[in-house]
């Protein structure tokens, strides 16, 4: 089964301009990351960085393939899914992994599980999720416990936050029904640290801070 891999790049974002070519305290810009965690991912037939900026390419490692989008998918009224439905149309596959290049910390294992779990048969989808097992309040009130008898954290049920770091899916499913999450999704449970997603300047300090920490450690970049 063809599996295809691709990280969508917008160039114009909003919250923090530039963020995924901008670079850690050591140099290294955010896109790579993610780009050399899936250079070493089993089961990978092609890895692809989705991006109507050719100033892109200078990023990319040799292994990895540039196809340049229509820069109307870049619009602020353009759906996430038209750009998903748009790269299932300009590369045929089997089964097609979205990454994150503010996702920079998911291993390549956690990759590998998701890609086993849809190839395997018996799910048509999978995505990254954090396990949260926190006092949640909705509309004034606690949504999940009783604050008369207040239980320990690791006794509550445990909710499922999407890191939005990754998801695997078929192309039955986003041609067919334009989903990226289908009818029966494997949760693929990561660290903490795998969740990290960079959304604004905050987030991409905290990342900063885990970065440095590896390097620190002599692990990763």
Known sequence: MKTVAFVPIKTNNERLPGKNTRCFSNGVPLIAYVLRTLEQVNGLDEIYVYCSDEAVKEYLPQGVRF??????????????????????????????????????????????????????????SALAVQKMQEFFWKDGVPAN???????????????????????????????????????SPCLIEVSKIEGVDINDAEDFMIADG????????????
């Open 67 to 124: 196809l340049k989008r229509s820069r109307e998918l870049d619009l602020s009224t353009t759906s996430f899914n038209q750009v998903l439905i748009s790269f299932a149309n300009d590369v045929e596959a089997d089964i097609y992994l979205l990454a994150h290049a503010t996702a920079p910390f998911i291993k390549k294992e956690s990759f590998e599980r998701a890609i086993g779990a849809v190839k395997g048969g018996g799910h048509d």
């Open 145 to 183: 416990y009783d604050p008369s008898q207040i239980p320990r954290t690791q006794d509550l049920a445990p909710f499922y936050m999407e890191t939005c770091g990754m998801y695997v899916y078929t192309a039955a499913l986003m041609k067919g029904e334009g989903r990226r999450i289908g009818h």
């Open 210 to 221: 885990v970065s440095s920490m590896f390097q620190k450690n002599g692990e990763g970049f």
